[in-house]
């Protein structure tokens, strides 16, 4: 009733919004076009106190990464909103990419947070194939339109090309991680490797605030009267009555292998 009569002071909310799973550029787990909406709201709807992510995120696609997190720092700087991360299990590659997104990053004691690289993974099986007796034909206009075929042997041409996208890829990431963190950053030189610290340790490299858990953060920014809204993406209708069972199981195996380069 409060909120309908204007000289009725309302109790504070925060907007919570869960980002749980690998990053992908597939339709499936988190991705930019799945969370415009979601992340549309939490800033719109109401005036919150602050917008808090809830995190548990082993990485994936930079580009989705660097979308997600441009569109919560526009609408966090557009409507003067303070962000705060709170990192569960894993904030880790593009997963702490979004995490930077957030004025202050808060952790578990246990949580893993880091992995500032980028990696390219594939399997090789150029005589797979051929004893099974199967001919593949190719055919291509353009030198390099068949590069990084897994049905032929590796190029060192191909190799080096590919190393130096990722390494354009990985200075952007390192470029983001300093214009987010600044001097909060230790000078550690092995900060951005690729390497992962657990709790205290990530606090000490700078790349968290501190250790904290949603709730009591807020309380006692905002008060024990402040209240959470939660919002989260939404699985299509038909995915819900298991029309796309397959699709969600090849999903699940995906997201299971990037939670367990962390041991999870």
């Known amino acids: 009733m409060k909120k309908y009569i204007p000289f009725m002071k309302s109790e504070p909310f925060v907007a919570v919004i869960r980002l749980q799973g690998a990053i992908a550029n597939s339709g499936r787990g988190l991705d930019n076009p799945?969370?415009?909406p979601v992340i549309e709201k939490a800033f719109s709807k109401g005036k919150p106190a602050a917008v808090a992510l809830e995190i548990n995120c082993p990485g994936g696609?930079?580009?989705q990464s660097s979308l997600i997190a441009s569109r919560i720092r526009r609408l966090a700087d557009e409507k003067k909103i303070p962000v705060?991360?709170?990192?569960?299990?894993?904030?880790?590659?593009?997963?702490?990419w979004l995490a930077c997104a957030a004025d202050e990053i808060y952790i578990d004691s246990c949580s893993i947070t880091g992995s500032i690289g980028v990696i390219s993974a594939g399997f090789g099986l150029p005589?797979?194939?051929?004893?099974?007796?199967?001919e593949r034909r190719v055919h291509t206009a353009g030198k390099s339109k068949s590069m990084m075929d897994p049905f032929k042997p590796e190029?060192?041409?191909?190799?080096?090309?590919?190393?130096?996208?990722?390494?354009?890829l990985h200075a952007t990431f390192i470029d983001y991680v300093k214009s987010r963190r600044g001097t909060k950053l230790s000078d550690n030189p092995d900060l951005f490797t690729g390497e992962v610290?657990?709790?205290?340790?990530?606090?000490?490299?700078?790349?968290?605030?501190?250790i904290g858990h949603l709730a009591p953060v807020m309380k006692e920014r905002f008060?024990?009267?402040?209240?959470f809204r939660r919002y989260g993406q939404k699985k299509p209708l038909l995915a819900r009555f298991g029309a796309q069972i397959v699709d969600d199981a090849v999903a699940g195996i995906e997201e299971r292998a990037a939670f367990a380069r962390f041991g999870l």
């Open 84 to 96: 705060f991360a709170f990192v569960e299990d894993v904030a880790a590659s593009g997963g702490y």
């Open 34 to 36: 799945g969370l415009a």
């Open 127 to 134: 005589n797979a194939i051929e004893k099974v007796g199967v």
């Open 61 to 63: 696609s930079p580009v």
């Open 155 to 168: 190029k060192p041409a191909d190799v080096k090309k590919l190393k130096g996208w990722l390494e354009d």
């Open 197 to 210: 610290y657990i709790g205290q340790k990530g606090i000490d490299e700078g790349l968290a605030d501190g």
């Open 223 to 227: 008060g024990d009267d402040v209240k």
